[in-house]
């Protein structure tokens, strides 16, 4: 028996830009295992535990890398000094970011999903996450290259353009990747609470 693929107005009602949490029938394992009962739980593995700490370092980078955009806009962090506080960060975010997903993808996904076919379509709007999250990166990325070349010119316009390009572009790639780290943890965490991780075939 195969399980089979949400169709695509499926998953389009659970769109990442549009989206607060998951409905009732993607939640039946959290509400039997709330977040608040998580931590304390003898099936949270090592597996598990490493994972969400990789989400809270994406959640932390996120937080920073706002953070030194504001301070930039405002005057608080001066232009020699801004390239070398939001490159190394931001760097980092995205290829751990796309290393992370493709672990996701290729590996963890493909068990959880068939471990539990009531929670297949979440997986499914998980992956098409992934997809939005990297139109995201590149255009975060494309958007921070054109203002660190903007820091160079005399052109003040052309400067304060590419920094609100940069900000629209980061800030929906940090927004979006906020809510999805959040419902894939309200997914994921449950089922490996509920069946153990040497069960899923996931402990170490």
Partial sequence: MSIEKANPAEIEVLALASRDGWPDDLRVLLARYPREQWDGHANLGDMARF??????????????????????????????????????????????????????????FPIFRAADDRLARGFDVLEGDHHHIHADMAATAETANALLRALTSSDGDALVRCGDDYAA?????????????????DLIVPLILDRGEEALGVGH
């Fill in 169 to 185: 572009a980061s800030g929906l790639l940090i927004k979006g990747l906020i809510r999805h780290l959040d419902d894939e943890e």
């Fill in 51 to 108: 994972w969400l700490s990789r989400h809270a370092m994406f959640r932390e980078l996120g937080a920073t890398i706002d953070a030194v955009m504001t301070q930039f806009r405002s005057g608080a962090l001066s232009p020699a000094d801004f390239p070398r506080q939001l490159v190394p960060r931001l760097q980092f975010l995205l290829s751990q970011l796309d290393t992370h997903h493709q672990i996701e993808d290729h590996h963890y």
